[in-house]
């Protein structure tokens, strides 16, 4: 029998274990902020005193636009900044040099849509500053001439302050002898602005060059760093800039390292750092009570952002005080982005709530795409599956132990020597048979696809890439070699759409040699990796297409593959099916084209935890199809930890239990019959909510509402809610608390909302809002609760894979709020075609309850889809006990219906009804 003591040895040498592996992923393979030049030059600057001077006598108003000029004082380099405020609440700010020697890399293909201008009038005007406004009134730009600073205001409220601090920082483009000339004179340039450190040499500040170890990192166009800095007034709790192992709340960096954006394949990574890993969207969002607003900063180089405010300060013990000095100070918080190239470009999402932010950000970068029906099920992964035996037994295993899963995926060792595009012909030698024994099954199966190309004259891939010159190119101007995977590798230079056009075909059935259309991709490391590398991953000054320097566009290419994996996948069925890619690497916009995952994580209860707020992050900037490895990557988690993660997994976004090569084998029913229950429970009750998944998908994929969301997101004024990261909402209607420690019997659940109520999902029991309980647990469930004034639509019946379900009939479940009111929808169509968008075949349904009376209504006129799916259910939870039911028959007379009345839960039951889903219907509730 385990004692408790040596379960507490047990977890104790886990964790040991676990914190080993993240160590390696802070080890000197990765820069410290002290190894970046940019950073380092950045932060000499001096708060408050800034060099540039607003030119007001520059302005230029035209119908779209206004422009400034904004002359460096030490320097005397004239900026060009232009400033645009646009429909729907949002203002774009480009700054750029007015001349500069050549043009500096402007971000593409990431925004979507230019949105339309509004027109700005001088309001007032004199010699130290100037208003200007929208025609209505209702946004105000100040704009203060030296120190040059910018304010926005909304209905006469400061909103945002621009260069508050004065950290504008613009290294402007210059030959290497004016260069020269400035170190030769810097004692003096020293004396304009003030630093707070000493003048040092060129090769110390990385102004021309920059080493990490034996790396050098030659920089053709010399330093090219951007900076600025934006005040937050009355904010305190800011979220987002993914992706980090770190809290949803964004922590302040003044005694602590920035949070740093830059793509990095980090294996096992540390936890509760801001340290740069798969993938960067640098988008951060602000919220207090009433307001909600978000800087976008549009820039793909390496970044780093500092966060300050003047409420909390550290010290000597590194324990958090609020200062005294600070007491009578209007509550504020800093945000400090700094690039190393690029220009600046950033749009302000003047919100005023989180929801149309969301919708902001959405109408400049694109929604979630819209998944097949299949990507929501179960997915079942390793490194490796050895051959098809292993597959079709894996296969089998399922079936066996009645656990649903719709893929089974495939790493790089299916290929022939880790040549993408191919199949090993001992492990694999029959690859198409193999997927049409899955097609019979109705599963699908996923492929890695890496970006890396080995070098081979026998690979016909290199080959013909190699004679059209599609890779990246080194300094010299030669291909770019590096080590992954298969050994040397080349890498496709997906920033080029003819390159992304030709490695888009290659999905095709013509051209990927006994692929089928029941194959699906996953594109890992693509930061790129590059083992061998300054950081892991490419060189800096490796070239693209049009001459730009890799640095220019580091945190793009991930993006970039993503996108021509998707469209070679539509482009293979004739532009009608929906693609479904896994991706690593991502950047603002990566939504587009398919899910995120969180990397290689470890079998550790800490990761499980930290897996919340990653998630979250991810939701609230765009990617609401997202997920973590179930169990962990690496390492093996013990029979318990596997169990909770499938339990938290159930209830996120993508679900893919995962491992690596030297783990324990970790198919669900490896781990003793009680606990093969349990996780065939949490993935039954996964499937049976898919109609209400789905329709959160659908609901991401038009109105931009992210599928999870944190407290905060649904209950906007409750302060108590903003900084909860250990569960989460998803959609409206469901309030998820997973349970993230070893052997606990309760938790602490808050259940937010003043007036709301709240519903336990399996007992019933009825709660108030706005209180937190303590909710007993046990290893079979987690605390799950349904919000008061929502319905759920539900499958009856579980079936092996998603289209096992497709004709099973629906139940749906209500939970009445405290008016006795509730609504929900229901999204209806094919599963996996475009057909819901080309022809509008489609059902959007509204289910409500109002003075006792149940009604289904269409929600979207334009889409029609035939169906004989039945809603055969209908429980409603808080209901009290009627003396009839009736609905309306053909000739408009009631006709009674039969239900039960569970008085000890208040649970009306109402069952084997025949309505058809797509079809107008009442029921009555008679008292």
Same mark, same amino acid.
């Given at each position: 029998?385990?004692? @408790?003591?040596?379960?507490?040895?047990?977890?104790?040498?886990?964790?040991?274990?676990?914190?080993?592996?993240?160590?390696?992923?802070?080890?000197?393979?990765?820069?410290?902020?002290?190894?970046?030049?940019?950073?380092?030059?950045?932060?000499?600057?001096?708060?408050?005193?800034?060099?540039?001077?607003?030119?007001?006598?520059?302005?230029?108003?035209?119908?779209?636009?206004?422009?400034?000029?904004?002359?460096?004082?030490?320097?005397?380099?004239?900026?060009?900044?232009?400033?645009?405020?646009?429909?729907?609440?949002?203002?774009?700010?480009?700054?750029?040099?007015?001349?500069?020697?050549?043009?500096?890399?402007?971000?593409?293909?990431?925004?979507?849509?230019?949105?339309?201008?509004?027109?700005?009038?001088?309001?007032?005007?004199?010699?130290?500053?100037?208003?200007?406004?929208?025609?209505?009134?209702?946004? #105000?730009?100040?704009?203060?001439?030296?120190?040059?600073?910018?304010?926005?205001?909304?209905?006469?409220?400061?909103?945002?302050?621009?260069?508050?601090?004065?950290?504008?920082?613009? *290294?402007?483009?210059?030959?290497?002898?004016?260069?020269?000339?400035?170190?030769?004179?810097?004692?003096?340039?020293?004396?304009?602005?003030?630093?707070?450190?000493?003048?040092?040499?060129?090769?110390?500040?990385?102004?021309?060059?920059?080493?990490?170890?034996?790396?050098?990192?030659?920089? +053709?166009?010399?330093?090219?760093?951007?900076?600025?800095?934006?005040?937050?007034?009355?904010?305190?709790?800011?979220?987002?800039?993914? @992706?980090?192992?770190?809290?949803?709340?964004?922590?302040?960096? !003044?005694? @602590?390292?920035?949070?740093?954006?830059?793509?990095?394949?980090?294996?096992?990574?540390?936890?509760?750092?801001?340290?740069?890993?798969?993938?960067?969207?640098?988008?951060?969002?602000?919220?207090?009570?009433?307001?909600?607003?978000?800087?976008?900063?549009?820039?793909?180089?390496?970044?780093?952002?500092?966060?300050?405010?003047?409420?909390?300060?550290?010290?000597?013990?590194?324990?958090?005080?609020?200062?005294? +000095?600070?007491?009578?100070?209007?509550?504020?918080?800093?945000?400090?982005?700094?690039?190393?190239?690029?220009?600046?470009?950033?749009?302000?999402?003047?919100?005023?709530?989180?929801?149309?932010?969301?919708?902001?950000?959405?109408?400049?970068?694109?929604?979630?795409?819209?998944?097949?029906?299949? +990507?929501?099920?179960?997915? =079942?992964?390793?490194?490796?599956?050895?051959?098809?035996?292993?597959?079709?037994?894996?296969?089998?295993?399922?079936?066996?132990?009645?656990?649903?899963?719709?893929?089974?995926?495939?790493?790089?060792?299916?290929?022939?020597?880790?040549?993408?595009?191919?199949?090993?012909?001992?492990?694999?030698?029959?690859?198409?048979?193999?997927?049409?024994?899955?097609?019979?099954?109705?599963?699908?199966?996923?492929?890695?696809?890496?970006?890396?190309?080995?070098?081979?004259?026998?690979?016909?891939?290199?080959?013909?890439?190699?004679?059209?010159?599609?890779?990246?190119?080194?300094?010299?101007?030669?291909?770019?070699?590096?080590?992954?995977?298969?050994?040397?590798?080349?890498?496709?230079?997906?920033?080029?759409?003819?390159?992304?056009?030709?490695?888009?075909?290659?999905?095709?059935? /013509?051209?990927?040699?006994?692929?089928?259309?029941?194959?699906?991709?996953?594109?890992?490391?693509?930061?790129?990796?590059?083992?061998?590398?300054?950081?892991?991953?490419?060189?800096?000054?490796?070239?693209? +297409?049009?001459?730009?320097?890799?640095?220019?566009?580091?945190?793009?290419?991930?993006?970039?593959? #993503?996108?021509?994996?998707?469209?070679?996948?539509?482009?293979?069925?004739?532009?009608?099916?929906?693609?479904?890619?896994?991706?690593?690497?991502?950047?603002?916009?990566?939504?587009?084209?398919?899910?995120?995952?969180?990397?290689?994580?470890?079998?550790?209860?800490?990761?499980?935890?930290?897996?919340?707020?990653?998630?979250?992050?991810?939701?609230?900037?765009?990617?609401?199809?997202?997920?973590?490895?179930?169990?962990?990557?690496?390492?093996?988690? /013990?029979?318990?930890?596997?169990?909770?993660?499938? =339990?938290?997994?159930?209830?996120?976004?993508?679900?893919?239990?995962?491992?690596?090569?030297?783990?324990?084998?970790?198919?669900?029913?490896?781990?003793?019959? *009680?606990?093969?229950?349990?996780?065939?429970?949490?993935?039954?009750?996964?499937?049976?909510?898919?109609?209400?998944?789905?329709?959160?998908?659908?609901?991401?994929?038009?109105?931009?509402?992210?599928?999870?969301?944190?407290?905060?997101?649904?209950?906007?004024? *409750?302060?108590?809610?903003?900084?909860?990261?250990?569960?989460?909402?998803?959609?409206?209607?469901?309030?998820?608390?997973?349970?993230?420690?070893?052997?606990?019997?309760?938790?602490?659940?808050?259940?937010?909302?003043?007036?709301?109520?709240?519903?336990?999902?399996?007992?019933?029991?009825?709660?108030?809002?706005?209180?937190?309980?303590?909710?007993?647990?046990?290893?079979?469930?987690?605390?799950?609760?349904?919000?008061?004034?929502?319905?759920?639509?539900?499958?009856?019946?579980?079936?092996?894979?998603?289209?096992?379900?497709?004709?099973?009939?629906?139940?749906?479940?209500?939970?009445? !709020?405290?008016?006795?009111?509730?609504?929900?929808?229901?999204?209806?169509?094919?599963?996996? !075609?475009?057909?819901?968008?080309?022809?509008?075949?489609?059902?959007?349904?509204?289910?409500?309850?109002?003075?006792?009376?149940?009604?289904?209504?269409?929600?979207? @006129?334009?889409?029609?889809?035939?169906?004989?799916?039945?809603?055969?259910?209908?429980?409603?939870?808080?209901?009290? #006990?009627?003396?009839?039911?009736?609905?309306?028959?053909?000739?408009?007379? *009631?006709?009674?219906?039969?239900?039960?009345?569970?008085?000890?839960?208040?649970?009306?039951?109402?069952?084997?009804? =025949?309505?058809?889903?797509?079809?107008?219907?009442?029921?009555?509730?008679?008292?």
């Amino acid at each position: 029998i385990e004692t @408790e003591s040596s379960k507490m040895e047990v977890h104790s040498e886990s964790f040991k274990e676990a914190s080993a592996f993240a160590e390696a992923g802070e080890s000197s393979e990765f820069k410290t902020i002290e190894d970046i030049a940019f950073y380092r030059r950045q932060k000499k600057l001096l708060p408050w005193n800034s060099p540039y001077h607003g030119l007001l006598d520059t302005i230029e108003l035209s119908d779209c636009r206004a422009k400034l000029h904004l002359l460096n004082e030490e320097n005397k380099v004239t900026l060009l900044m232009e400033l645009f405020v646009l429909q729907d609440n949002v203002i774009r700010i480009k700054v750029n040099e007015l001349n500069p020697l050549k043009p500096r890399y402007e971000v593409p293909d990431v925004i979507i849509n230019e949105l339309p201008s509004q027109s700005l009038i001088m309001v007032c005007r004199d010699g130290l500053s100037v208003t200007m406004a929208t025609v209505d009134g209702g946004t #105000q730009i100040l704009i203060v001439a030296k120190p040059f600073r910018m304010e926005v205001r909304e209905h006469g409220q400061m909103s945002m302050s621009v260069n508050s601090l004065g950290l504008l920082h613009f *290294e402007h483009l210059r030959k290497k002898s004016q260069s020269e000339d400035r170190s030769a004179r810097g004692k003096h340039m020293a004396g304009k602005r003030k630093c707070d450190t000493n003048k040092e040499s060129e090769d110390a500040q990385g102004l021309w060059k920059e080493q990490f170890h034996e790396f050098i990192d030659t920089k +053709a166009n010399g330093p090219t760093s951007v900076g600025l800095d934006f005040l937050l007034p009355g904010f305190e709790h800011v979220y987002g800039i993914p @992706e980090h192992t770190e809290s949803l709340r964004l922590k302040t960096t !003044s005694q @602590e390292e920035p949070y740093r954006l830059y793509n990095l394949n980090v294996f096992a990574c540390k936890l509760n750092s801001r340290m740069g890993i798969y993938g960067s969207i640098p988008l951060l969002l602000a919220h207090k009570p009433k307001k909600t607003l978000g800087i976008f900063w549009l820039n793909s180089s390496e970044t780093l952002v500092d966060i300050s405010t003047n409420t909390e300060n550290k010290g000597e013990s590194g324990k958090v005080k609020k200062l005294k +000095a600070d007491d009578d100070r209007p509550l504020r918080t800093d945000v400090r982005w700094m690039s190393e190239s690029g220009i600046i470009d950033v749009y302000i999402l003047t919100g005023p709530s989180a929801f149309d932010v969301f919708n902001q950000y959405s109408r400049l970068t694109g929604t979630q795409t819209l998944p097949p029906l299949f +990507a929501l099920g179960h997915h =079942q992964c390793r490194y490796t599956y050895k051959d098809e035996s292993d597959v079709k037994q894996v296969d089998a295993g399922f079936d066996a132990h009645n656990i649903p899963y719709d893929v089974i995926w495939l790493d790089i060792d299916h290929t022939e020597g880790k040549r993408y595009f191919t199949w090993d012909k001992t492990k694999f030698p029959a690859p198409r048979e193999m997927q049409e024994y899955l097609r019979t099954k109705d599963r699908k199966l996923v492929v890695i696809i890496d970006p890396h190309i080995k070098v081979d004259k026998n690979y016909s891939i290199y080959c013909e890439a190699n004679s059209k010159k599609y890779f990246v190119m080194d300094k010299d101007g030669e291909e770019y070699q590096g080590s992954c995977w298969p050994g040397i590798s080349a890498y496709l230079d997906f920033t080029n759409p003819v390159v992304r056009n030709w490695y888009a075909d290659k999905h095709g059935l /013509d051209q990927y040699k006994d692929s089928t259309d029941i194959l699906f991709v996953w594109n890992d490391m693509n930061e790129p990796a590059v083992f061998g590398a300054p950081e892991l991953t490419m060189p800096k000054d490796a070239v693209h +297409a049009g001459g730009w320097e890799h640095r220019e566009m580091h945190n793009l290419y991930g993006f970039y593959q #993503q996108r021509a994996t998707a469209e070679g996948l539509i482009r293979r069925s004739g532009g009608k099916e929906r693609p479904f890619v896994l991706t690593r690497s991502f950047f603002a916009g990566s939504q587009r084209y398919g899910a995120v995952w969180t990397g290689d994580n470890v079998a550790d209860w800490s990761y499980l935890k930290i897996s919340i707020p990653m998630l979250l992050n991810l939701s609230i900037t765009g990617i609401s199809f997202c997920g973590a490895d179930v169990g962990g990557f690496v390492q093996n988690p /013990d029979p318990e930890l596997l169990v909770r993660w499938y =339990q938290a997994g159930a209830y996120q976004p993508f679900l893919r239990n995962h491992s690596n090569a030297d783990t324990k084998r970790r198919e669900p029913w490896l781990f003793g019959e *009680e606990n093969t229950r349990i996780i065939r429970e949490s993935i039954h009750e996964r499937y049976a909510l898919l109609p209400f998944w789905y329709t959160l998908f659908y609901m991401a994929h038009t109105k931009a509402e992210p599928v999870i969301r944190p407290l905060w997101v649904e209950f906007p004024e *409750e302060t108590n809610t903003f900084a909860i990261d250990d569960e989460y909402l998803i959609g409206e209607a469901l309030l998820v608390h997973p349970v993230t420690e070893a052997g606990v019997t309760e938790v602490s659940v808050l259940l937010p909302g003043k007036g709301e109520v709240w519903y336990h999902r399996e007992t019933l029991q009825r709660f108030n809002g706005d209180q937190s309980l303590l909710t007993s647990v046990t290893l079979d469930n987690i605390p799950v609760y349904q919000r008061g004034g929502t319905i759920i639509p539900r499958k009856t019946s579980v079936g092996r894979t998603t289209k096992h379900m497709e004709t099973a009939s629906y139940s749906l479940h209500v939970a009445l !709020s405290s008016e006795n009111t509730a609504t929900g929808k229901l999204f209806i169509d094919d599963g996996h !075609s475009f057909n819901y968008q080309s022809k509008n075949q489609f059902l959007l349904r509204k289910f409500s309850i109002k003075d006792n009376t149940f009604s289904a209504v269409c929600a979207d @006129e334009r889409g029609w889809y035939c169906t004989e799916c039945l809603v055969e259910k209908i429980h409603i939870v808080g209901a009290a #006990q009627p003396y009839c039911v009736t609905t309306l028959g053909p000739d408009m007379q *009631e006709i009674p219906v039969q239900f039960n009345y569970n008085l000890e839960k208040c649970l009306l039951s109402i069952e084997n009804l =025949q309505f058809n889903v797509g079809c107008d219907w009442t029921l009555r509730l008679k008292y």
